[in-house]
Every structure is written in structure tokens, then in C-alpha cells.
């Protein structure tokens, strides 16, 4: 799955010279956590809905209504704005935008084409991605399990998964105990609880949770 695939479009930007206020009803209204920042079809920028708010007075000030409605239109997102955007190119893997966002602790990324903005890819289209994999939505048997980190491991568990005439919903593999081992979590239908718990013992390790 490719960062094109999943990216939200089209995109919602703003300007540098935007009052803070402004771009705080912006976010509402369009439901986003972050944009970036356009000066003559230039990015130059991104700002977060964190920026926002960061920006705006504590809710202890003693400012009146007036003075906090004044000090806010003085402030821009210029002021506020990230200026070193990561971004990515649209047939970026969905894994290393993944990474990217991870490693550099930030919720979103620009995605582009051309040199231009086509997209953005974020952390909750991330996770609805994630959903996805585990098959959340779906019902079925879920299994989490240890396996041994061995070639012919996960063809073994598929086989017999299916030798019963179970379908696959979700299948993935994760990070184990230690650098012998894998976590496996998959969910399957067309098959129950006692079956699979059954076949699968002499494969795994150990099954760690197995749950309808």
C-alpha cells in the first residue's frame, strides 16, 4: 500500500499572514489538526492545531474578552508555523511515511507530486490503516501467538488454518520476546476457538490470547 492510496485530498491550506484565531475556526469547521502553509503557491510551512493553541492565552489570564480578542488578531501563523516541513512523495510506502512520523514525533506529513502538494497523510488515516490490518471491524477468532523466528513458521500455521476451512481476515506479524522468536496476531472465520487452539499447539510456541 502506497502513501497515494491513503492520503487525504484534496488539501486544506492556509497563509502565512492568517490571524491565529482565524485559522482555530478553520480547524473546527473542517475538522483537521493540521495544515500547511502556502505564500504564493509556495509551501513554506506547516502549522498543527498544537501550534494553535500554544499560541492562545491561558485560560488564567486576567485579559478581558477585548484584550484577548485584540492580542490574538496581532498574532499570525507566520509566528507560529513550523518552517522545516517533512513530506512525502505519493508512492512512498504507507510503512515509511509510518516511520518517518514515528521517528520525528510530528502527526502528519505533506504529501507531493511533482514538486507539488497533492495530499496529506496523518496519523488517523494511520490508524483506520491499522484497523484495517487487524481486521477490527470484523467478526471472527482472534489469536495471538509466539512463534519461532523459522523459515516454513507461518506457512505451517497458514496450512493448517485452512486444512480446516478457515478464511483469513487479518494477518500480522510483530516484534517477539526476543530476536528468536515473532508475535504472531491474525483472525480468521469458518473455523471455532477449540479447532484452531487444537492445530495450532504443536506449531507455536505458545498461544498467548485466542478470543472470539
Known amino acids: 500500500m502506497l502513501v497515494g492510496n491513503r492520503m487525504s485530498h484534496p488539501v486544506i491550506w492556509i497563509t502565512p499572514d492568517t490571524p491565529v484565531h482565524e485559522a482555530l475556526n478553520l480547524f473546527k469547521r473542517e475538522h483537521i489538526r493540521r495544515a500547511p502553509v502556502f505564500k504564493d503557491k509556495v509551501m513554506i510551512g506547516i502549522v498543527s492545531d498544537r501550534d494553535l493553541l500554544n499560541a492562545s492565552p491561558s485560560p488564567a489570564t486576567s485579559l478581558s474578552v477585548w484584550e484577548l480578542n485584540y492580542l490574538l488578531s496581532k498574532v499570525t501563523i507566520s509566528e507560529?508555523?513550523?518552517?522545516?516541513?517533512?513530506?512525502?512523495?505519493?508512492?512512498?510506502?504507507?510503512?515509511?511515511?509510518?516511520?518517518?512520523?514515528?521517528?520525528?514525533?510530528?502527526?502528519?506529513?505533506?504529501?507531493?507530486?511533482?514538486?507539488?502538494?497533492?495530499?496529506?497523510?496523518?496519523?488517523?488515516?494511520?490508524?483506520?490503516?491499522?484497523?484495517?490490518?487487524?481486521?477490527?471491524?470484523?467478526?471472527g477468532v482472534r489469536v495471538t501467538a509466539l512463534?519461532?523466528?523459522?523459515?516454513?513458521?507461518?506457512?505451517?500455521?497458514?496450512?493448517?488454518?485452512?486444512?480446516?476451512?478457515?478464511?483469513?481476515?487479518?494477518?500480522?506479524?510483530?516484534?517477539?520476546?526476543?530476536?528468536?522468536?515473532?508475535?504472531?496476531?491474525f483472525k480468521v472465520y469458518g473455523i471455532n476457538k477449540a479447532d484452531i487452539e487444537k492445530v495450532l499447539s504443536p506449531i507455536v510456541l505458545s498461544i498467548t490470547d485466542i478470543r472470539e
Open 80 to 139: 507560529v508555523m513550523t518552517r522545516k516541513v517533512l513530506t512525502v512523495e505519493e508512492d512512498t510506502p504507507i510503512e515509511e511515511a509510518a516511520r518517518i512520523m514515528a521517528d520525528n514525533k510530528i502527526g502528519g506529513l505533506p504529501v507531493m507530486r511533482d514538486g507539488l502538494v497533492v495530499g496529506i497523510i496523518t496519523e488517523t488515516d494511520l490508524f483506520k490503516i491499522f484497523l484495517e490490518l487487524l481486521g477490527a471491524r470484523e467478526m
Open 147 to 185: 512463534i519461532a523466528d523459522q523459515k516454513g513458521t507461518l506457512a505451517k500455521i497458514t496450512e493448517a488454518v485452512a486444512g480446516l476451512g478457515g478464511n483469513f481476515i487479518s494477518f500480522g506479524v510483530f516484534t517477539g520476546e526476543d530476536p528468536t522468536n515473532r508475535t504472531l496476531t
